[in-house]
């Protein structure tokens, strides 16, 4: 009956300890779930930092990685634009010189046709037209060589024409006709004035115009006659007819001054031994012209 009382307790006794182990347990498994409950907050508030942080991140990224592409694709477009900038310099550069070597090209080829026309009209020794086109060809994109050539045939067809209008002058002279052959000695003179036939023309065309009553001029271009170097045989021809000219405008001072620079420069002059009875003439005239005045 002991024995079975004592089991009885043993029992018990493991009952309760298996009661209170089973509480302790129940404890320790609850206090183990709170804790892992809090373990699963605490993973999932990182988990949400983590997010934020690789969203964050993710973003940051982003930004840089656009900001980086937007410089870089700014740089690019920069660079484009200015490689564009530049093949248009370089394309209007080139439309700029095709069209000067076009326009020179034209320039060139109206030359050339106008060379080729100025040519055939000094092959065919055409003076006169060839003089009045020279002004023209000289305008046009001729070569040096070709400019040389047509200056110096224009110098040669001037002087041409120059002597021609003076013989022709001296026919008219033989035959009276003072007024054409006082246009021809003017045209001499105007074709080529610095040829050496050129005082000769002047001191005809003084003598010209004093048979057409014109004293005036005729003093004039026998001054030039009298003043040139070329051809000084013409100078006391020419100071004689200046003082013929003055004589009869009534300056008689003039014709003094001009006979006695005769007796004066060439005292060996043909015309110096009538130059001495006309000075003395022409004082006793000024003298008389006083004495009334």
């Not at 410089?71 to 690019?76: F, I």
Request: a negative charge; hydrophobic letters at 40%.
């Amino acid at each position: 009956m002991i024995d079975a009382d004592e089991e009885i307790r043993e029992i018990k006794k493991e009952i309760i300890e298996s009661r209170g182990l089973s509480i302790r347990t129940n404890n320790l498994v609850n206090s183990l779930g709170a804790d892992i409950k809090s373990i699963a907050k605490r993973q999932a508030g990182y988990e949400r930092r983590l997010n934020w942080n690789g969203g964050v991140f993710l973003v940051t990224v982003a930004a840089l990685s656009f900001a980086g592409l937007k410089l870089a694709s700014d740089a690019r477009i920069r660079e484009i634009e200015s490689e564009m900038d530049t093949l248009r310099d370089q394309v209007t550069e080139l439309e700029t010189e095709l069209a000067e070597e076009t326009r020179r090209a034209e320039e060139r080829a109206r030359a050339e046709a106008r060379a080729a026309r100025f040519y055939d009209l000094v092959r065919q020794q055409k003076r006169q037209e060839a003089v009045e086109e020279y002004a023209e060809i000289t305008q046009e994109n001729l070569s040096r060589a070709e400019a040389a050539f047509f200056r110096d045939t224009y110098d040669r067809f001037r002087f041409d024409l120059s002597v021609t209008a003076y013989q022709s002058a001296l026919e008219l002279l033989r035959n009276g006709r003072y007024a054409e052959a006082a246009e021809k000695l003017q045209e001499s003179i105007r074709l080529r004035d610095e040829a050496a036939h050129i005082p000769s023309v002047k001191y005809q065309l003084a003598r010209t115009l004093r048979q057409l009553g014109r004293q005036s001029e005729a003093i004039v271009y026998a001054r030039q006659v009298i003043e040139q170097q070329v051809d000084r045989e013409l100078q006391d021809d020419a100071t004689w007819l200046l003082a013929t000219c003055a004589e009869e405008l009534d300056d008689l001072d003039t014709a003094r001054e001009a006979l006695n620079t005769l007796l004066r420069r060439w005292p060996r002059s043909a015309l110096a031994r009538d130059a001495r009875p006309k000075l003395r003439d022409l004082t006793r005239r000024a003298i008389r012209g006083d004495s009334a005045g």
